[in-house]
């Protein structure tokens, strides 16, 4: 991609009401535009970064039997009332509207009813079973506060995961898989040791539900772990009682903040039996389905990423998710420099490297200083002076160090 083609634009301007610093790079790197509070709309640079995010969740979750769907905003009152939750007494995130004749509707703030709602018009025998749903979707939730940038929106994207099993065996051996993919999606993203499985509230379902919480200063939650056993209970659910269930002891456990990037859930057969969701079994006997639920927070994780890795230059992009693996910058209008840029751009391209080429009529200081700002993992410079060193100059982004390469050595390097 060609910066001088790209219409978003780097900028010193923030929206006054701005205070979270992922969103403060995102936007003034022109990952985001800022529409309202809470509410942020994903631009070209933005956007690939979301789905190279999501493209991770995807193959791991497609790797444990999740098939990928894509469920309605819109949601009717009565799939809601089912389990008492349309009321906003009940839940207090809820934006409602009414369609002009007058019926209530609801924009999904979740999709665990629905789905349910759904699943029964498929599932009615026990050789239905086990069946694993997922999909990425855009949840619209009225929070009260909204205050971290993109890790809390009223507008976010999640992937949310719905398994459907036979009995308490089945769930637990896919409650294990989904935990052990979990953990594969946050070592994919970079974040995996310092992403710790939780202890937190059951709610009305179970003793504990278990949440993903990566270490992080922005993040809204306490949790205290325990590094040597890498597990850490919320704050939430913290007394004497859970410790010792837990093996824990108070002295060895760590204070951090911590964003919660996931979630999973048993719901065992409670809301099943408020919906009628039922199968037959083997014997020809009527049971309810045994549920699950499993969240991660895609757009939450892309603030957390940006929070946990950027320096003060600006955004530093795990090499997993960065929307381009180069940023190639020519210094000069010299037709030898040009000429050379093109030509590494285009064997780039050739061999499957993303380039973000920089090719903008602006001084050399504001290509290297939204170079950083950007966040690309590997910056390469084709200069006057690199071409009489030898070659072009190479530095990663996470270092000061430069070196010359030829553009054999660069394809070498990237290529694979
Ligand atoms: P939180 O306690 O942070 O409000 P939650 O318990 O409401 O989260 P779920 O409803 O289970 O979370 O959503 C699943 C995942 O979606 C969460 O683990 C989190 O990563 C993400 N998430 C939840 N609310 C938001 C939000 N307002 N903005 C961005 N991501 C969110
Ligand atoms: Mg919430």
Redesign the pocket.
């Known amino acids: 991609m060609h910066l001088s083609k790209l219409f978003t634009k780097t900028s010193k301007n923030l929206p006054a009401d701005e205070t979270a610093l992922n969103a403060q790079l995102l936007i003034k790197a022109g990952y985001v535009h800022k529409e309202m509070a ?1 509410v942020y709309s994903f631009l070209p640079l933005g956007l690939k970064v979301l789905e190279n995010i999501k493209q991770i969740v995807r193959e791991e979750m497609d790797a444990i039997g999740g098939q990928e769907l894509i469920m309605s905003s819109l949601q009717p009152k009565e799939t809601w009332q089912k389990t008492n939750r349309w009321d906003d007494k009940t839940v207090d ?1 809820w934006f409602k509207s009414k369609l002009k004749n007058g019926t209530e509707v609801g924009f999904g ?2 999709h665990e009813e629905p789905i349910v709602e759904m699943m029964k018009n498929h599932v009615s025998s026990y050789k239905d079973l086990p069946s694993y749903v997922y999909q990425f979707q855009t ?1 619209l ?1 009225n ?1 009260l506060r ?1 205050k ?1 940038g ?5 507008e ?3 992937k ?1 995961m719905y398994s459907a099993s036979l009995d308490q065996k089945d769930h637990d051996k896919f409650y294990q898989d989904c935990i052990e993919a979990y953990h594969r999606v946050f070592d994919r993203l970079g974040i995996g040791g310092e992403t710790f499985l939780t202890f937190a509230s059951g709610g009305a379902f179970t003793e504990f539900s278990h ?2 919480q990566t270490i992080c200063d922005a993040g ?2 306490t949790i205290y772990l325990s590094r040597s056993k890498k597990i850490a209970v919320n704050k939430e659910v913290l007394n004497d009682d859970v410790l010792k269930k837990l093996g824990l002891k108070r002295d060895e456990l760590e204070e951090v903040k911590s ?5 999973i ?1 048993d719901f065992n057969v409670i809301k099943s039996k408020e919906m009628g969701f039922k199968y037959t079994d083997e014997a020809g006997k009527i049971q309810f389905v045994h549920l699950g ?1 499993y ?7 892309m ?1 957390v990423l940006v929070e946990k890795f950027a320096d003060d230059k600006g955004i530093v992009w795990p090499e997993a998710v960065a929307p381009a693996k180069v940023y190639l910058i020519s210094v000069g209008e010299d037709n030898k420099i040009t000429d050379q840029a093109n030509q590494i751009y285009k064997e780039l391209k050739d061999s499957g490297v993303e380039v973000l080429f920089d090719d903008r009529s602006v001084g050399p200081g504001q290509k290297f200083a939204d170079a950083e700002l950007i966040g690309i993992p590997l910056r390469v410079v084709v200069s006057e002076k690199s071409l009489e060193a030898g070659g072009l100059e190479y530095k990663k982004r996470t270092s000061n160090d430069t070196e010359i390469v030829s553009v054999k050595e660069l394809l070498d390097r990237v290529a694979n």
């Open positions: 809470g995130i703030w979740s949840k939730r929070e909204s971290s993109i890790m809390r929106g009223r976010f994207v999640m949310d949440e993903f809204e939650d964003a919660e990037v996931g979630n859930f639920s969240g991660i927070g895609i757009s939450r994780l603030g």
